[in-house]
């Protein structure tokens, strides 16, 4: 088990490092394709666990500016790295017995893990494609024990045309550059604030569970 654990971190080690070979050579050697390299390592970052940086104003930037085939397949490549590690850590954090009793007996939780055998890659594959939250999917994944190539590559297949018709899209109708840095902005303090709300819900739930340490 330990080998294997290891065996798969070593080839995804391997393939970024491929990954970051290619992007330091179009660095260095094709200037006007640096956006491309910028693309990829965001994407990357916007798609871990979940992220309050947001995917969609950067992409259909990029999309206007290169090809939409070029954005899907580098965006679909960053999405399937980033679904990687998530898998790997979030797993190891479900399976812990501490984590494992706060969910495992819980109604919501195993209504959602039926509801989710019945068909799992095609909703993996529904929530890449689609604007609809894809987190609760990495959770069920990683939770329900479903095959790990196979969580990847329904990742890959749906966020890859997601993002071609994106960017095409951004590229027909050439979003003006200002509208996507305030899309940006708001998109990024609402998860932030968000995330703040979040924290402090639990904070202050934290007093609660550690009263009376002696009983």
Not at 69 to 78: E, H, L, Q, S
Not at 156 to 174: E, H
Request: include cysteine.
């Amino acid at each position: 088990m330990i080998f294997l654990f290891k065996r798969k971190w070593l080839i995804f080690e391997f393939i970024f490092f491929i990954c970051c070979v290619i992007s330091a050579i179009i660095w260095k050697f094709y200037p006007p394709y640096r956006g491309l390299v910028k693309y990829f390592f965001y994407t990357i970052i916007s798609h871990l666990y979940i992220s309050i940086f947001p995917h969609e104003p950067v992409l259909l930037y990029y999309g206007k500016i290169y090809n939409s085939f070029a954005i899907a397949v580098i965006g679909g490549i960053a999405a399937t790295l980033a679904g990687f590690i998530d898998y790997e850590t979030i797993y190891t954090v479900v399976k812990l017995k501490s984590v494992k009793k706060f969910y495992s007996d819980a109604k919501l939780y195993k209504k959602a893990v039926d509801f989710f055998s019945k068909a799992p890659f095609l909703m993996i594959f529904i929530a890449a494609l689609t604007p609809v939250p894809f987190y609760p999917f990495k959770f069920l994944a990683t939770a329900s024990d479903y095959p790990e190539n196979r969580y990847l590559f329904a990742l890959f297949v749906g966020r890859t045309p997601r993002y071609f018709i994106l960017a095409y899209t951004g590229k027909i109708i050439n979003i003006p550059n200002w509208i996507l840095i305030v899309a940006f902005v708001i998109m990024f303090l609402w998860a932030s604030i968000k995330k703040f709300q979040e924290f402090m819900k639990n904070r202050k739930k934290m007093p609660s569970r550690v009263q009376n340490p002696k009983h």
